[in-house]
């Protein structure tokens, strides 16, 4: 089960991500629920992951979604 403070980074991320984009929150979670990136990589190493800067996460997690094939 997820935790308070991981769903409240999840958020943030989601929301970056999505100005980052342009698209709008739900969008940027399909994205990363249906690649596994949101529970394979954001959930699951969120001890690491919420310590670094918002610039570096956006470009961090994009990289890592067009490595799944898909353009953003």
Known sequence: ?????????????LHDLGQHWNMTTPEVYDILNSTGILDDYII??????HT?????LVEDIT?????????V
């Open 63 to 71: 990289e890592f979604v067009r490595e799944k094939g898909i353009d």
């Open 1 to 13: 089960m997820i935790e308070k403070k991981e769903l409240t980074f999840v958020v943030f991320v």
């Open 44 to 49: 699951k190493f969120y001890d690491v992951l």
């Open 52 to 56: 670094l800067g918002k610039e570096y």
